[in-house]
């Protein structure tokens, strides 16, 4: 199946600071990804719709300013959690889809962040 | 609000049972469904995809879909311990696309006893 790599898997940052979060499809193009959060024992929920080329489009709720998402090529979407408080500690998760032959999509996902802000 | 709804457990079963764990989605509109395991602390990973009404059997996993009941299940044959796991019922959103995204519901527990 298709790879979709996330880094860094796990980081530890000081609260007020930003923290860069990157989702690549290695062996395949990805218009567009998906950014989730998910809190302990909780479901995934989306975040935002990163597209390539253009503005990501933000989840009810989610601060577009605070959650950055630049999607600059067609297998690198990144997230940065800017002024990160220790609320923003969760596991974040991306993942691209990938049209299969026969229609339909695949969602592959990235290995997931674990962020946790000090 | 579109919802998928599943029964958080956990699910308990001794080694070698069958699980089976159910899905309920709230857009009628749906057409694609989809069954994702989660280790703790780890990314789900792909376990079955339906798309029509019926079974569709691969290996030890039954996905099974009943679009009129707005219900979809999974069925794992001879359960293992290594099967424990939390599994995420995923719909497609009907509108968002060709590369839409996936609405999750929250994910049952389950538990193989050896």
């Known amino acids: 199946g298709a790879v979709v790599s996330q880094h860094p898997s796990r980081v530890i940052c000081k609260s007020g600071t930003s923290v860069k979060i990157e989702c690549r499809s290695l062996?395949?193009?990805?218009?567009?990804m998906f950014w989730y959060r998910q809190f302990p024992k909780q479901s995934l929920m989306l975040m935002a719709t990163?597209?390539?080329?253009?503005?990501?489009?933000?989840e009810q709720g989610v601060e577009k300013d605070k959650f950055l998402i630049n999607h600059a090529s067609l297998t690198l979407s990144t997230l940065t959690v800017t002024s990160a408080h220790p609320e923003d500690s969760s596991f974040y998760i991306c993942?691209?889809?990938?049209?299969?032959?026969?229609?339909?999509?695949?969602?592959?996902f990235g290995q997931g962040t674990r962020l946790t802000v000090v | 609000q579109k919802e998928v709804e599943q029964n958080s457990g956990p699910l308990s079963v001794p080694e070698g049972a069958i699980a089976s764990l159910n899905c309920t989605y709230s857009?009628?509109?749906?057409?694609?469904f989809f069954w994702y395991r989660q280790y703790s602390g780890k990314s789900p990973e792909l376990i079955m995809s339906?798309?029509?009404?019926g079974d569709k059997e691969d290996g030890r996993f039954t996905a099974q879909l009943n679009k009129a009941s707005q219900y979809v299940s999974l069925l794992i044959r001879d359960s293992q311990p290594s099967d424990s796991a939390t599994y995420l019922c995923?719909?497609?959103?009907?509108?968002?696309?060709?590369?839409?995204?996936?609405?999750f519901g929250k994910g049952t527990k389950l538990s193989v006893k050896p």
């Open positions: 062996d395949f193009q990805a218009t567009t």
């Open positions: 990163s597209n390539e080329g253009s503005k990501a489009t933000y």
């Open positions: 995923a719909v497609k959103v009907p509108n968002g696309g060709s590369q839409g995204n996936l609405i």
């Open positions: 339906i798309y029509s009404n």
């Open positions: 857009d009628r509109g749906s057409q694609s």
């Open positions: 993942s691209a889809p990938l049209l299969k032959q026969g229609g339909g999509t695949e969602a592959f």
